[in-house]
């Protein structure tokens, strides 16, 4: 959206001759800010307009655990590596394990060992008294990093570019 504000001015010459000025516009536009997560601005025609949109990056906390707002999902970072572990999906996880005797599908985890994947675990890193890490936000610690989006949580280790996206319908190891 821009708003824009048009000024005309006429001013009469002080000489005496009787000519007028010509007349003067003067146009200024407002530029759209949308925040990480916010639906992008669109014209008529229904496409997206990155032309009038600036996507703005959330805050970097130092935080070593969050849970997402919904409570969902949970994760603890070291600079080494991160877990995360979702209560409720509606996804299918990669097969389980022949040796995996715990549980499966429930939480991924990267480290700097390669990319993102799923753990057999018997346990939780989800803290119901951790921090709700805001829509836009991100938590790091280390390389590590991991960004709260309405859509779900994508955490990445910087240093070889591996990690994962989880939300309730999916998941995406890279």
Wanted: aromatic share 6%.
């Amino acid at each position: 959206m821009a708003l824009v504000a048009v000024t005309a001015l006429v001013a009469c010459s002080g000489s005496g001759s009787g000519k007028k000025a010509a007349p003067t516009t003067t146009t200024t536009a407002v530029e759209t800010t949308v925040g990480a997560g916010a639906p992008k601005a669109t014209t008529g025609g229904g496409t997206a307009s990155s032309e009038a949109t600036t996507t703005t990056r959330g805050p970097e906390l130092a935080l070593t655990s969050f849970r997402t707002p919904s409570g969902n999902i949970g994760c603890m970072l070291s600079s080494g590596g991160v877990r995360c572990d979702i209560g409720q999906s509606t996804y299918t996880p990669s097969p389980k394990p022949p040796a995996c005797q715990l549980d499966w599908g429930g939480a991924l985890e990267v480290t700097d060992q390669g990319p993102g994947h799923f753990i057999c675990h018997g346990d939780t890193v989800t803290d119901p008294s951790a921090p709700a890490l805001a829509y836009g936000a991100r938590a790091r610690q280390g390389s590590v990093v991991c960004v709260s989006e309405q859509a779900g949580i994508t955490c990445t280790n910087e240093a070889g570019g591996h990690g994962f996206f989880i939300s309730r319908d999916s998941y995406k190891i890279f």
